[in-house]
């Protein structure tokens, strides 16, 4: 199988195409432009998208972490070569919670659908294998070069070193002995040690079974003293309860004729204050609105002093009298001396009109001055005074109104508070007397037998409740020769269970053995191969490649006896090590003339010139057999 043509929307990618060809393809893109998405891109158009995954802390599954930045529905396209046929993959999505579900194979240019080609299993039956087969071998993703073991991933390489079988994985053998070991025997959940708990459990009843009736016997006299003991303490506190109750109601009855005392002085305080504020409201200056009546009473007296001054102006009327003798004079020349009579005229003319005009100016003036004589007369009446004086007593009464209300006020509150004070100490007092009644504390007599019949009384309960359970014990507990018939049919059941666990735990060590000598090809051979490419990656340094079960590798450096693990390398070589286990599983786990390409993000970024140089040629040789797509930002 070769891809030739990818077309993406898909995480960032948003109708990109990218165009691939046989051999080595080496895709040379600067961090962030989207080559790890175009890795997870082919895995999602061959395997598909796994909807099932879900969002746990510090992981991300595919169908968000590559939802489409555009907002659009996830989809591509794959155009690729397989033998003679040219064939294009699409996967559409409709439903948001199932992305690129919807699947179609055509033929390339007929658009012919493909048969038998489905998406559930069209990336295993393009590449030969399955989806983690493909993600631990063919499918390197950026910082994860070490190989992650499964069960899939081991059947296929034991089934090529050992039988040819895929159907069998030790590891999943083992799991399963090993789940039937744990269902018999396994801490305090198998079968064996739930019947030995119940077979010790039925032996210490038949033990506990003759004792139970010697401890209830002694818990009844035990009984029998604590309730001669709790009618002894009743007795005595009946005599200590009357003694404490006469001094608890003489303590009361003076606390509340001290809150009665407060109770009728802040009456009077507040018949008081009622009787000011009534004063205050009748006087003059009482009811009104002004904020602050003082300074508005100051102001009309100066308004009335004013008033009064411009009130007590007056005009002389023999003014006007002579501007009018005048203007006869004028006239009576005129009439003695006719010769000049226009000019004589003309001054008596001027002269009456003067007189006019005067006349009428002190008309206004006298109107100004009975208008201002009726304001003062409005002022004095609002403060029901006769003059400025009446006005300045009519201010004193006012304050001195004010200085009793607010005097009567004063005493209210402090009468107020002194109630208040006199009631919480009446409500602390008779808290006090109910805890004094009821013997709930102190070090007094009375309480001291309080405490002591409680505790009686409890210890009367606790020996009651304790018989009762003993009783109930011992009816619980049942026949004794049912319990012994019981613990033989238990023991018969364990020792079936101990024969059966014996022999699973003998074909644990038989698959053990097995498996041992499978690992004696599967490790070696896994290991030859990668030891190849790791030596022909560093120029013949490193010459051999250990491998583990679970994929841990070291290498041996020429010249040396001992491998060094992976913590002991450098990055670099650390990642030579990884890709060359990765080409080795690849050799083994992917089918003998597979089709399935080899995808590479960023799996060379940590290797200096050299050793990456060999790299490439090595992956240029692997792309003869099998088309690679390697990805870096270099």
Request: negative net charge; hydrophobic residues 40%; glycine residues 6%.
């Amino acid at each position: 199988m070769v891809i030739n043509k990818l077309e993406a929307t898909f995480g960032k990618l948003d109708g990109d195409k990218l165009e691939l060809h046989e051999g080595l393809n080496i895709i040379a893109a600067p961090n962030e432009s989207g080559k790890s998405t175009w890795c997870a891109f082919i895995r999602a158009m061959l395997y598909g998208v796994d909807s099932s995954e879900r969002q746990k802390a510090g992981y991300l599954p595919d169908k968000l972490r590559y939802a489409p930045w555009s907002g659009a529905a996830m989809r591509g396209s794959m155009e690729l070569s397989c033998g003679e046929r040219e064939i294009t993959l699409i996967r559409t999505t409709k439903a948001a919670n199932a992305p690129m579900r919807e699947f179609s194979a055509v033929y390339t240019g007929t658009n012919e659908p493909v048969e038998g080609l489905i998406g559930a299993s069209a990336g295993q039956m393009l590449t030969g294998v399955e989806r983690e087969v493909f993600r631990r071998s063919a499918f390197i993703e950026q910082g994860k070069l070490a190989v992650t073991p499964s069960a899939e991933l081991e059947k296929r390489i034991g089934a090529i070193v050992s039988t040819g079988e895929e159907d069998c994985s030790y590891t999943e053998a083992d799991a399963r002995l090993r789940q039937w070991q744990r269902s018999r025997r396994f801490n305090q959940r198998g079968r064996l040690p739930e019947i030995e708990d119940e077979i010790n459990r039925k032996n210490r009843v038949l033990t506990e079974q003759g004792s139970t009736a010697a401890k209830r016997d002694k818990m009844h006299r035990e009984l029998e003293d604590a309730k001669k003991e709790c009618a002894r303490l009743e007795e005595e506190m009946t005599e200590s309860r009357k003694t404490v109750r006469k001094g608890v109601l003489n303590g009361l009855m003076n606390v509340r004729g001290e809150v009665s005392a407060a109770s009728e002085k802040h009456e009077r305080a507040q018949k008081r204050l009622a009787e000011c504020q009534a004063a205050f409201n009748a006087s003059v200056l009482g009811g009104e609105d002004c904020k602050n009546p003082e300074a508005q009473l100051r102001a009309d007296m100066g308004q009335s002093l004013e008033l009064k001054e411009r009130a007590s102006k007056s005009v002389s009327p023999a003014a006007a009298l002579a501007v009018a003798a005048l203007a006869v004079i004028f006239a009576v020349l005129g009439i003695a001396f006719s010769e000049y009579a226009v000019y004589a005229f003309c001054a008596a003319g001027l002269a009456l009109v003067v007189g006019a005009l005067l006349f009428v100016s002190l008309s206004k003036i006298k109107a100004s001055i009975y208008e201002a004589a009726k304001q003062r007369k409005k002022l004095l009446q609002k403060y029901h005074a006769e003059d400025e004086s009446g006005m300045a007593a009519c201010l004193d009464e006012y304050m001195r109104l004010r200085d009793e209300l607010q005097s009567a006020r004063e005493l209210e509150r402090r009468a107020a508070d002194e109630l208040a004070a006199m009631r919480r100490k009446q409500e602390q007092a008779e808290s006090r007397s109910i805890s004094e009644l009821d013997f709930a504390g102190g070090d007094s007599h009375a309480a001291r037998l309080g405490r002591e019949l409680a505790e009686a009384k409890s210890k009367c309960a606790e020996l009651s409740s304790a018989i009762a359970e003993q009783n109930g014990f011992l009816a619980a507990m049942g026949d004794p020769m049912v319990l012994a018939s019981e613990i033989s049919r238990l023991q018969d059941e364990h020792d079936e269970l101990s024969n059966e666990y014996d022999a699973i735990s003998l074909a644990v060590q038989t698959l053990k053995a097995a498996d041992a000598d499978i690992q004696s090809r599967f490790s070696p051979e896994l290991g030859r191969l990668a030891a190849q490419y790791m030596s022909r990656m560093t120029d013949g340094k490193y010459a051999a490649v250990t491998l583990g079960r679970d994929f841990s590798a070291a290498v041996r450096e020429n010249g040396d006896s001992v491998p060094r693990p992976a913590e002991y390398l450098s990055a670099g070589t650390l990642d030579l090590m990884y890709l060359a286990v990765r080409l080795a599983v690849c050799r083994l786990a992917l089918p003998e003339g597979s089709s399935c390409p080899l995808v590479l993000d960023d799996a060379l970024v940590n290797l200096d010139p050299e050793r990456k140089k060999q790299a490439l040629s090595l992956l240029e040789d692997i792309s003869r057999e099998r088309q690679v797509i390697l990805f870096t930002c270099e």
